[in-house]
């Protein structure tokens, strides 16, 4: 379990590495770290949700998930799964070296890797105020609207809500996949959120970015019907994220990575 991932990004920081610092156990031991993170950073709760990231083994394309039914807290290295993208989007011909099943939500990890070549890591959640969201009608059709201007965080001028499907179902994927269509973020119905990024830290800050959002317009829409910027606004605002930068993430999580008290991507 050597393979470093090519060529040296490490998938957790997203950090150009030497292959030492980015052998398979020291991944694994990360994504332990960041599934234990999620409780603490109020994304979570109990051993709900679930993170992967995207894992090469020479040239076999894959990825890391962490295991079904195991708390976090007694996750293992060795319970980590890794899970063979060679089957493609959609089969159930699931290939897999672990000791343990993958996360019984492994369906939309692995399309997303299998569809998004962006995708490096993906962080579901069961974020409250998210999940609470995503029982309301009007979020499920219109999602969550430019009532603020970090909505753009999640790549659009809004923020999608996947359809309800039973969790672990081929539907389900189908559904966060087209939800997450020129997006980095969604919410799922009844259920959750989803974020991916170029690295679990990113991914993770994502995360903890569109929780924020919904807390904040589930607050605004307890006081009234809130105001939503324009189209135009939007653009002009995803524009400023994304001029400079080749990654449109780190630039929208620098902009404003103390005022929220979030931890700062690398950039
Ligand atoms: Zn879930």
């Known amino acids: ?13 997203g950090m150009v590495c ?26 979570n709760h109990g051993s709900a949700g679930n993170v992967s990231v995207r894992w090469h083994r020479g040239a076999a394309d894959g990825m890391l998930i962490t295991p079904s039914a195991l708390p976090y807290e007694q996750c293992g290295v060795d319970d980590i799964v890794w899970v063979s993208m060679a089957a493609g989007q959609g089969t159930a011909a699931l290939q897999v070296d672990g000791v343990r099943q993958p996360s019984s939500e492994w369906r939309f990890h692995h399309d997303l890797y299998v569809r998004r070549a ?33 909505v753009a965080a999640a790549g659009g001028r809004d ?28 919410l799922m119905a009844h259920h959750g959120m989803i974020a991916l ?31 939503l910027l324009s189209d135009a606004e939007m653009d002009r605002v ?3 994220f994304t001029r400079y930068r080749a990654d449109p993430l780190d630039d929208l999580l620098a902009a404003e990575p103390d005022a929220h008290g979030r931890t700062a991507v690398p950039s």
Do not use: K, N
Request: hydrophobic share 45%; glycine share 4%.
């Open 118 to 150: 962006d995708a490096r890591a993906v962080v579901h959640t069961h974020a409250p105020h998210c999940a609470a969201l995503a029982c309301l009608p009007q979020v499920q059709q219109q999602g969550i609207p430019a009532f603020h201007y970090m």
């Open 197 to 227: 990024g170029g690295a679990l830290e990113s991914a993770l800050a994502l995360a903890v970015e569109i929780e924020w959002l919904a807390r904040t317009y589930a607050l605004a829409l307890q006081l009234g019907t809130p105001a």
């Open 1 to 13: 379990m050597t393979q470093p991932l090519p060529p040296f990004m490490h998938p957790i920081t």
């Open 238 to 240: 995803l524009d400023r």
């Open 159 to 186: 923020i999608r809500c996947a359809p309800y499907a039973t969790f672990g179902t081929q539907a389900l994927s189908d559904h966060v996949l087209a939800a997450l269509t020129d997006r980095r973020a969604c």
């Open 18 to 43: 030497e292959p030492a610092a980015c052998t398979e156990d020291v991944v694994r031991a990360s994504l332990i770290e960041a599934a234990r993170s999620m409780q603490q950073l109020g994304i």
